[in-house]
């Protein structure tokens, strides 16, 4: 029953007039009459006044209840009007730093430029030589070397890149501290205002910032910007369209599916040289067969690796499938088959050696071959010149008796020790099937030792150790 129910009705008013007339008659004095009345009148008196608090009671939380929804509505335009400046604030800020940034953006370009388009100018003085130089170097060599140190040392403290790079750290620090008017959308919010950034950055430039974003493991760099900053990089899904193989020409990615084979060939050959090193192995002046290293990690590596970026997943399905590529694309066993012809060809001069004639350039005569010439021929099989190179020895090969020059001679020498150096090792494992296995193996241990230490560039990876700070000890 709500409160205008309560009220005395029509109907309660009659028959409360119905008793009192009942009563009225019942009662014969008139002292009683008037008492009678003087009481019921009483009686109506104070139900009228608590009728009339009660309804002024209800007036007075009507109002209590008015004046709270004003305050809270002017509360909530308060904050709104305050997050409304807030945001014309930060805006503002943005809008400012996003100039700087694009000023910066542009110069670093135009110093990029001078090696990009170097076939294009005729005359290049000798200050843009020396751009050139540096920028191909990091280009060419730094981003496919062993550690990105070489790296480190081109963009630290480079009087135009390190200006820009810290221009848009401060950018992206700014979007990422202030630009949080929902804590529940925040980085979806901060995105709308670095990913217009990100769009106007040239592909070159990206790798750039990809590369001296890795330089956290040192302990000045720990204590340091450089975490937060590939921390923010991270979130901010920075590189999501940078294509990093190719920094001048992006498109060129495009041109080949099989994106997989193209970090196989990244790291065999263009980082590696494998099968260059590998006919090396069988060349001139190794004593012994050693398979060639696969370099696994380099900036380039590591930045495609832990950075989302297109070629991300077929970084990935590559490591997983290279070591059978290693084995192939090396033709290491192919190596092991010439060696054993080698050894076969080249025996016969070997064999022979001990038992030949020789006649010196001064001497015409034929002359029996001593043990300490077969011995300093032997000792230096892998020298660039030998005593006797230009002696000419007779000795029987394939059933002929024929003259032999001294080089000739020494060279088949030094042949036969690398070609059995390969068997022997070959023949350790007991044939191409385990063989293979045993290459598989090395490979594997490679690719996970590797991978740990790629991960350790990687902020948001386990394999991260933050430095701890420093706690001076109690006196």
């Excluded at 009705?9 to 009662?27: A, N, P």
């Excluded at 992206?172 to 990913?195: D, H, M, P």
């Excluded at 901010?236 to 599916?257: G, K, R, V």
Aim: contains cysteine.
């Amino acid at each position: 029953m709500d409160a205008g129910s309560k009220r005395i009705t029509g109907k309660q008013i009659f028959i409360y007039v119905i008793i009192f007339l009942v009563i009225s008659f019942s009662v014969k004095s008139t002292e009683q009459r008037i008492a009678l009345v003087s009481a019921i009148g009483t009686i109506v008196a104070a139900y009228a006044a608590w009728q009339a608090a009660r309804e002024a009671a209800k007036s007075a939380e009507i109002a209590r209840e008015s004046m709270n929804a004003t305050k809270e509505l002017g509360l909530e335009t308060l904050k709104e009007t305050q997050m409304a400046n807030q945001r014309t604030a930060f805006e503002s800020r943005y809008t400012m730093l996003l100039a700087h940034h694009d000023h910066y953006h542009q110069q670093l370009c135009d110093y990029l430029d001078t090696y990009w388009h170097k076939n294009k100018v005729s005359e290049i003085t000798e200050e843009e030589k020396l751009r050139i130089g540096e920028i191909e170097n990091f280009f060419s060599k730094s981003i496919y070397a062993e550690s990105p140190n070489d790296c480190f040392s081109f963009l630290t403290g480079h009087q135009i890149i390190s200006r820009y790079m810290r221009v848009l750290y401060h950018l992206l620090k700014f979007v990422y501290e202030n630009g949080a008017f929902k804590e529940s959308e925040k980085i979806r919010f901060q995105k709308n205002y670095t990913s217009p950034v990100r769009s106007t950055i040239r592909n070159d430039v990206l790798l750039l910032i990809a590369v001296n974003a890795l330089n956290v493991r040192s302990k000045g760099a720990k204590n340091s910007s450089y975490p937060f900053y590939q921390q923010m990089l991270h979130e901010f899904s920075f590189f999501e369209h940078a294509i990093f193989m190719f920094p001048s020409n992006p498109n060129s990615l495009f041109s080949q599916d099989d994106w997989e084979s193209r970090i196989h060939d990244l790291v065999i050959t263009k980082q590696s040289d494998f099968s260059s090193k590998l006919r090396n192995q069988m060349g001139y002046a190794n004593h012994r067969f050693k398979i060639p290293e696969v370099r696994l990690i380099s900036p380039l590596v590591i930045v495609l690796y832990i950075f989302e970026n297109p070629m991300r997943k077929a970084v990935l399905k590559a490591f997983d499938s290279l070591s059978l590529r290693w084995e192939i694309n090396g033709n290491i066993i192919d190596k092991i088959k010439e060696a054993e012809e080698q050894i076969q060809y080249s025996s016969q001069y070997v064999k022979e050696l001990p038992s030949s004639e020789y006649q010196s350039p001064s001497n015409m005569l034929w002359r029996k071959i001593s043990e300490e010439i077969v011995s300093e021929i032997e000792e230096n099989a892998f020298s660039k010149y030998g005593s006797y190179d230009n002696y000419v020895f007779k000795m029987a090969i394939n059933g002929k008796i024929m003259p032999v020059k001294g080089k000739y001679i020494r060279d088949h020498v030094g042949a036969f020790k690398r070609a059995q150096s390969i068997v022997e090792h070959y023949k350790s494992h007991n044939g191409d099937e385990s063989y293979a296995h045993y290459l598989a193996q090395c490979h594997d241990e490679t690719i996970s030792n590797s991978l740990k230490e790629i991960e350790s560039y990687n902020v948001m990876s386990r394999q991260y150790t933050p430095q701890q700070p420093e706690i001076a000890e109690e006196k």
